[in-house]
C-alpha cells in the first residue's frame, strides 16, 4: 500500500488548510483511513479517522474545527482545517487501516497499519 499526502503549509492562525491523501497498491483489506499528527516534543495523537461505512472519529483537540472526508471511496481522504491555532503546528500523517470489524479503535493491532510519509502544517501566531 502506498500513500502520497500533500497540502500542508504555513498559514496564520485562525487560517483553514486542506490535506489530502492518495492510496494505491493492494488497498482491498483497507477499510478505514486516519490523520495523525506529532509536533516536536509531543506524543503522536489522532486527529480524525474515517470508515468505509463513513463513520467519523476526531481527536477532541480538533473537534468541531477539522473534518474529514472521502471522495466515495477510501482511495482518496482529505482533512478540512479550519479556525487553525499555533498548537496544531505538528507533522501530519495519513494513515491506512484493516480494521478486523467496522468501527474505529484505537485498540487495533497498529502493526499492519500503512503510513505515509508525512506533511508539515505550521500555523504561526
Known amino acids: 500500500v502506498q500513500l502520497q499526502a500533500c497540502g500542508g503549509g504555513l498559514v496564520q492562525d485562525g487560517g483553514s488548510l486542506r490535506l489530502t491523501c492518495t492510496i494505491s497498491g493492494n488497498i482491498g483489506s483497507i477499510n478505514a483511513m486516519a490523520w495523525y499528527r506529532q509536533a516536536p516534543g509531543k506524543q503522536r495523537e489522532l486527529v480524525a479517522a474515517l470508515t468505509s461505512l463513513g463513520a467519523t472519529t476526531y481527536g477532541d483537540a480538533v473537534k468541531g474545527r477539522f473534518g474529514i472526508s472521502k471522495d466515495g471511496t477510501l482511495n482518496t481522504v482529505a482533512l478540512q482545517m479550519a479556525d487553525l491555532k499555533p498548537e496544531d503546528t505538528a507533522v501530519y500523517y495519513c494513515?491506512?487501516?484493516?480494521?478486523?470489524?467496522?468501527?474505529?479503535?484505537?485498540?487495533?493491532?497498529?502493526?499492519?497499519?500503512?503510513w505515509g510519509q508525512g506533511t508539515q502544517v505550521t500555523v504561526s501566531s
Open positions: 494513515v491506512a487501516v484493516s480494521l478486523l470489524g467496522t468501527s474505529w479503535s484505537e485498540d487495533r493491532d497498529k502493526r499492519s497499519d500503512h
